[in-house]
């Protein structure tokens, strides 16, 4: 199953405006689709390291690239490090999640190009993916990581996931992550 068309007319939009601002990276449904696993979505995430002080900026870029905000309470940004937009070219939904210090950072420098339609389009690797999926913990996540890992297990570093996991659960205080690693890997 392709991206959707949408889906690439807003990854080319977002082509002209996010390299501009930092290094990035396509993850979410729309990953797991380029990544060859059956999957609907309506919506485009990706993940950008941007300097805090060119966020108005790039907000104002956004818009002129056929963007529109989807909110306007400066907060909830700061809260959620989350930029909310529309396209308004394809009504499709697009969060542009600010990167933070750490994991992201790991992340970013493993991001893989990949070819979605046609573009060159920075994406998060599939074992990184499948750390992302298990950290959300939605049922939809948890089918997606199990998804990527029987479409994509020769190329799944699976001590990476479980060493991450196992550092994700102290940093954090939890120790849900690998027994839900653990499950995927039994029901595969």
């Known amino acids: 199953m392709p991206v959707s068309p949408a889906a690439v007319e807003v990854l080319r939009d977002l082509l002209g405006v996010l390299p501009r601002f930092g290094d990035w990276y396509l993850f979410g449904a729309q990953a797991v689709i380029a990544y060859g696993v059956p999957r ?4 485009v995430d990706v993940t950008l390291r941007v300097v805090p002080d060119l966020t ?5 870029d956004m818009q ?3 963007f529109e905000s989807r909110v306007t309470d400066a907060d909830f940004v700061r809260r959620t490090r989350v930029l909310p937009f529309v396209h308004t070219a394809t009504g499709m939904p697009l969060d542009v999640v600010l990167a933070g210090p750490g994991l992201e950072d790991e992340f970013l420098a493993r991001a893989r190009a ?3 339609g046609g573009l060159r389009v920075p994406t998060l690797e599939p074992s990184d993916l499948i750390i ?3 950290l959300a913990g939605r049922p939809k996540d948890v089918d997606d990581a199990r998804g990527l890992l029987k479409a994509r297990g020769k190329e799944i570093d699976q001590a990476r996931i479980a060493s991450v996991l196992r550092l994700l659960e102290e940093a954090l205080g939890q120790g849900d992550l690998l027994p839900a690693w653990n499950a995927i890997r039994s029901r595969r």
């Open 56 to 60: 108005d900026r790039l907000v104002g």
């Open 64 to 66: 002129a690239a056929g």
């Open 40 to 43: 609907l979505s309506a919506d």
């Open 114 to 116: 990949l070819d979605i």
């Open 132 to 134: 992302a999926k298990i």
